[in-house]
């Protein structure tokens, strides 16, 4: 079965521009979280969907978005981007809220000049 | 809040010596306990979790975990490393296994040859 696929792998944008991270998750598996990584803040929770549906927030600026799509697969958006948004952006999946494990894709490593 | 603690940044142990990296969490009740590895330029994979029931759990890559309750911790050991083991290692915490995680800062593991 595959893993967790995060595409793209790498991004550079500028700041004040946009950016769409995709995200799809193992199969079968319903929800589906993000992560920021970065070295000062470390990994911290930006959000969880669950069948289309916000399910859990983290401490983050409404310029940072999720949705879910009906096969599971999930993209998140940063708007207005800022040079602290430079990150690595991990997805993670596991298959109903019943079930334990959350399995993480490799992540999308975005650059902000 | 919860919060959890890895008190060692960096540790550096020699090849086939032992090793025990050390988590801390503080939290109203007993949480869900993860640790996960990442290696340099990876996602996360889980080495093992504590729900519930025996204290000492086993993991893959020959690692073990003891959730002690009374310390609030759950450290991570391995009885003789390989070099293969030098990554980045995050203990984590959950309310439930539906609430998102909180990671710890990490412990960078470097192994002398």
Known sequence: KAGVTQTPRYLIKTRGQQVTLSCSPISGHRSVSWYQQTPGQGLQFLFEYFSETQRNKGNFPGRFSGRQFSNSRSEMNVSTLELGDSALYLCASRFTDSTDTQYFGPGTRLTVL | ?113
């Open chain 2, 1 to 113: 809040a919860q919060s959890v603690t890895q008190p060692d940044i960096h540790i550096t142990v020699s090849e086939g010596a032992s090793l025990e990296l050390r988590c801390n969490y503080s939290y109203g009740a007993t949480p869900y306990l993860f640790w996960y590895v990442q290696s340099p330029g990876q996602g996360l994979q889980l080495l093992l979790k504590y729900f519930s029931g025996d204290t000492l759990v086993q993991g893959i890559k020959g690692f073990e975990a003891e959730f002690k309750r009374s310390q609030s911790s759950f450290n991570l050991r391995k009885p003789s490393v390989h070099w293969s083991d030098a990554a980045e290692y995050f203990c984590a915490v959950g309310l439930s296994p539906a609430q998102k995680l909180v990671f710890g800062q990490g412990t960078r593991l470097t192994i002398n040859p």
